[in-house]
């Protein structure tokens, strides 16, 4: 499966090289878990790097 890394390194550590490619994934969390920021995060690098 590919995979698009996010850009935030543990993040890509522990999913094995970042989100799945052409598949919807689910991000949930309490309030201040981080969505939110890691929503951010990877949008900011994809427009850095892409």
């Given at each position: 499966?590919?995979?698009?890394?996010?850009?935030?390194?543990?993040?890509?550590?522990?999913?094995?090289?970042?989100?799945?490619?052409?598949?919807?994934?689910?991000?949930?969390?309490?309030?201040?878990?981080?969505?939110?920021?890691?929503?951010?995060?990877?949008?900011v690098?994809?427009?850095?790097?892409?």
């Open positions: 499966m590919q995979k698009s890394p996010t850009g935030i390194k543990g993040f890509d550590e522990i999913t094995e090289g970042g989100l799945p490619r052409s598949r919807i994934t689910l991000i949930s969390g309490g309030t201040g878990s981080g969505k939110t920021l890691l929503g951010i995060d990877f949008l690098n994809g427009v850095i790097q892409y």
